[in-house]
């Protein structure tokens, strides 16, 4: 397959991800009686995973395809466990830590390859398939919404082809 047409989905199913994270897990979990604080909370941790990451490469950590793969295993694993980890406040910020340490890991090895291999011109039409994946998701998903589960299988099923496409 051309190397555009894997980034491209890699982005539009990445930012799908982040699509149904931002905008519709709130709900979900002020749905199953969280209150604003825990959610804050919960929210809070993947944004300080993002944060503290870079540090790691500081470190040693190097960008290889087999801490991509591995980033992408954490994503698919961390997705599934949010069925179990839904209703338990400290469940679900270390499995929202997870999410995050697999997000944080991916985007930049990809990053790195497509700034290497494809030009610039190319590098913003291949980018915005994440701006489509994310506003699809939007879009899509606010017609099923009926609870976490659908939420989550949402969730699940799309970091799965984040990893299949990358």
Same mark, same amino acid.
């Given at each position: ?26 709900? *979900? ?15 809070? +941790? ?5 944060? *503290? ?16 793969? $591995?980033?992408?295993?954490?994503? *698919? ?5 949010? $069925? ?10 270390? *499995?929202? %830590? ?15 390859? &497509?700034?290497?291999?494809? +030009? ?11 701006? %489509?994946?994310?506003?699809?998701? &939007? ?14 299988? $949402? ?6 082809? +984040?990893?299949?496409?990358?």
């Amino acid at each position: 397959m051309p190397i555009k047409f894997l980034l491209s989905g890699f982005y539009f199913f990445y930012f799908a991800i982040i699509g149904i994270y931002v905008i519709f897990m709130p709900k *979900v979990l002020q749905g199953l009686g969280f209150s604003g604080v825990d959610i804050g909370i919960v929210f809070a +941790t993947a944004p300080l995973v993002r944060f *503290v990451t870079p540090f790691a490469f500081i470190k040693g950590l190097k960008l290889t395809p087999k801490i991509f793969n $591995f980033s992408l295993l954490l994503l *698919v694993l961390s997705s599934a466990l949010f $069925f179990v980890a839904v209703r338990n406040l400290y469940a679900l910020i270390f *499995v929202n %830590i997870l999410l995050g340490m697999g997000l944080s890991l991916a985007l930049p090895f990809v990053e790195v390859i &497509a700034l290497e291999i494809i +030009t610039k011109e190319h590098y913003g039409k291949v980018r915005l398939y994440g701006s %489509i994946g994310f506003i699809i998701v &939007a879009l899509l998903l606010v017609r099923f919404l009926k609870g976490a589960d659908i939420a989550i299988s $949402f969730l699940v099923v799309v970091c799965a082809l +984040t990893a299949v496409v990358g």
